[in-house]
């Protein structure tokens, strides 16, 4: 188990930056932090997703959308 603030670290920061998975979250604690970490570990404690409510990142289908309506 991680200590308790690293999980509240990987919660806040899957809040505050949704459209980033756990490879990214992983990532940027080891970038920024020096924190070692895998992705599946971020994923444990990731906050789970409330259904009903849109996901954080954008669909392909939304974004060749407004890619083709920009033109």
Known sequence: MIPAA???LIRRTA???PTW???RIANELLLKLGIRISPR??????????SGQ???DQRWSTAIED????Q
């Open 6 to 8: 690293l999980r509240g």
């Open 54 to 56: 849109p996901r954080g």
């Open 21 to 23: 998975g756990q490879e």
């Open 15 to 17: 809040s505050e930056n």
């Open 41 to 50: 570990t971020v994923r444990k404690y990731m906050p789970k997703p409330v």
């Open 67 to 70: 890619l083709v309506q920009d």
